[in-house]
């Protein structure tokens, strides 16, 4: 008796563990959310910011009427309009970065999933819902007072953590991972060795070619700060063999001709446009 107690207790263990972010979308959704990464993508073939905002508005109209989004749960009509959503950010963004647009469409969303959050703990969320609610909070931060921003970035640190126990081929896990450790100070944990390592992760796992795409990019950039030019144009050429000759390629090639990182530009945009007349 003793020893079928033991059975069950483990049987019960391995179960839980198993559960773990274990909760999936329908085949149908899953496909549906790789044609939004792909439509992020295609935003960035327009040939100037004011197209790209309107081809983004379109999307998210579109995605409105779709009847998979609206019938489907409330975790997955939140992941659908985190990534559309931040893809009309970053559109937005590209043409005015203090457009108060900005700080209105995320807010709002940010709002949207911290309410859902405290309700359902994360070990039971869907993975892309997590990661996708990541983008939103990375985009909100800067709206929130700087102990709130602090903390959510190390609770979404904790939580990638834990999800590369889980999903091991996740690229777009690595992706986040590997920007989070580019971004954070040393200080507070940041590391450039890890963002390669994330970085090359992702490559390796990419399963969409919009994973592809921004993780060569990224590392590309880490590497070009790390004068490792041929290794960073070599890269570059990789994702832009996923999309050919667009504005964001042109834009990254025009910074590093002139000793500017996409990073670097992140964090120095206004200083980087005068200079360079942008």
């Given at each position: 008796?003793?020893?079928?107690?033991?059975?069950?207790?483990?049987?019960?263990?391995?179960?839980?563990?198993?559960?773990?972010?274990?909760?999936?979308?329908?085949?149908?959704?899953?496909?549906?959310?790789?044609?939004?990464?792909?439509?992020?993508?295609?935003?960035?073939?327009?040939?100037?910011?004011?197209?790209?905002?309107?081809?983004?508005?379109?999307?998210?109209?579109?995605?409105?009427?779709?009847?998979?989004?609206?019938?489907?749960?409330?975790?997955?009509?939140?992941?659908?309009?985190?990534?559309?959503?931040?893809?009309?950010?970053?559109?937005?963004?590209?043409?005015?970065?203090?457009?108060?647009?900005?700080?209105?469409?995320?807010?709002?969303?940010?709002?949207?999933?911290?309410?859902?959050?405290?309700?359902?703990?994360?070990?039971?969320?869907?993975?892309?819902?997590?990661?996708?609610?990541?983008?939103?909070?990375?985009?909100?931060?800067?709206?929130?007072?700087?102990?709130?921003?602090?903390?959510?970035?190390?609770?979404?640190?904790?939580?990638?953590?834990?999800?590369?126990?889980?999903?091991?081929?996740?690229?777009?896990?690595?992706?986040?991972?590997?920007?989070?450790?580019?971004?954070?100070?040393?200080?507070?944990?940041?590391?450039?060795?890890?963002?390669?390592?994330?970085?090359?992760?992702?490559?390796?796992?990419?399963?969409?070619?919009?994973?592809?795409?921004?993780?060569?990019?990224?590392?590309?950039?880490l590497l070009f700060e790390k004068n490792k030019k041929s290794e960073s144009q070599e890269l570059l050429s990789k994702a832009e063999e996923v999309l050919p000759g667009k504005r964001y390629i042109k834009l990254i090639n025009l910074l590093n001709d002139n000793?500017?990182?996409?990073?670097?530009?992140?964090?120095?945009?206004?200083?980087?446009?005068?200079?360079?007349?942008?």
């Amino acid at each position: 008796m003793k020893s079928k107690l033991i059975f069950l207790f483990c049987l019960f263990l391995s179960l839980f563990s198993s559960n773990l972010f274990s909760a999936e979308f329908s085949e149908a959704e899953e496909q549906y959310i790789a044609e939004i990464l792909e439509k992020r993508m295609t935003l960035r073939t327009y040939d100037n910011s004011d197209q790209c905002i309107q081809a983004a508005k379109s999307f998210i109209k579109e995605n409105d009427e779709n009847l998979l989004y609206k019938n489907g749960s409330q975790e997955f009509q939140l992941t659908v309009e985190n990534l559309l959503k931040t893809a009309l950010y970053n559109c937005l963004y590209e043409k005015d970065m203090k457009d108060p647009a900005l700080k209105t469409l995320m807010t709002a969303q940010y709002e949207k999933i911290i309410d859902y959050d405290e309700k359902n703990p994360a070990e039971n969320r869907n993975r892309w819902y997590n990661v996708s609610s990541s983008d939103i909070i990375n985009s909100t931060m800067q709206f929130l007072p700087q102990n709130q921003a602090i903390r959510l970035g190390l609770a979404e640190k904790d939580l990638y953590d834990s999800m590369m126990k889980i999903y091991p081929d996740f690229s777009y896990l690595f992706i986040n991972s590997g920007l989070w450790y580019m971004f954070a100070p040393a200080i507070g944990g940041g590391s450039d060795v890890k963002a390669m390592d994330f970085f090359q992760k992702a490559i390796d796992t990419a399963k969409y070619p919009y994973e592809k795409y921004y993780a060569c990019i990224y590392y590309s950039q880490l590497l070009f700060e790390k004068n490792k030019k041929s290794e960073s144009q070599e890269l570059l050429s990789k994702a832009e063999e996923v999309l050919p000759g667009k504005r964001y390629i042109k834009l990254i090639n025009l910074l590093n001709d002139n000793g500017y990182s996409v990073f670097y530009y992140t964090n120095n945009r206004e200083k980087v446009d005068k200079k360079l007349g942008l």
